[in-house]
């Protein structure tokens, strides 16, 4: 009985850590992949620009009430996006906006689209609208619907950062991805 038992152990860790493709959906119907969100502050070409602000954001040690515009590039690898490998890994674009909605920490409310212009899901778009604590190590939004492939679609994002920015102007964020769309089938 032991050495079933310990047969069943290891078969379930062979199964979890063994690698996932970068689009998989289970059983249920869940698709998940991962993609890098490029929030680039500075230099000729900024993608997150600052639309407004209350008389209060700049004495805020929270910047609450600042409001930045996106257009960010979503790719299949965290290179940054000056890299001669940008332009083949860009799947997308992170499109709306964010607000600093936290007086007493980094949280901010994030509204985007992310909009799929090559690979697996292009022509597809998923709305995602929630809290983004960004000092957080991992953070959970809500896919609140898409077009597309992604009709109708539900679920949730994970956001880990992987570049904070602070030298290089460009914050780097991995997405992964949890959704259903409304039939249950594969995105």
């Known amino acids: 009985m032991a050495a079933k038992a310990l ?3 290891l078969f379930t860790a062979a199964t979890l850590l063994s690698p996932t493709p970068a689009t998989a959906a289970d059983s249920d119907g ?5 993609v890098y969100f490029h929030d680039v502050l500075s230099g000729k070409s900024p993608t997150a620009i600052r639309i407004a602000q209350s ?4 004495s805020s040690s929270t910047f609450f009430g600042a409001m930045v515009a996106i257009d960010d590039p979503l790719t299949t690898t965290p ?17 709306g906006s964010y607000t600093f909605a936290d007086q007493t920490t980094f949280g901010l ?33 809500s896919v609140v619907g898409g077009t597309g ?6 679920g949730y994002v994970e956001a880990r950062t992987v570049d ?17 769309t409304a039939a249950g089938g594969a995105a």
């Open 30 to 34: 869940l698709t998940k992949f991962k």
């Open 149 to 154: 492939k992604f009709r109708m679609a539900r």
């Open 164 to 180: 904070s920015g602070n030298t290089s102007g460009e914050t780097v964020v991995e997405y992964t991805v949890f959704v259903k």
């Open 79 to 95: 290179a940054a996006t000056g890299s001669p490998a940008k332009s083949k890994d860009e799947v997308g674009r992170a499109q």
């Open 55 to 58: 008389p209060t954001t700049n």
């Open 7 to 9: 047969l069943l152990v």
């Open 109 to 141: 409310l994030m509204s985007m689209n992310f909009v799929f212009t090559a690979g697996d899901h292009k022509g597809s778009s998923l709305a995602i609208y929630g809290r983004n604590e960004v000092l957080s190590t991992v953070r959970e939004m």
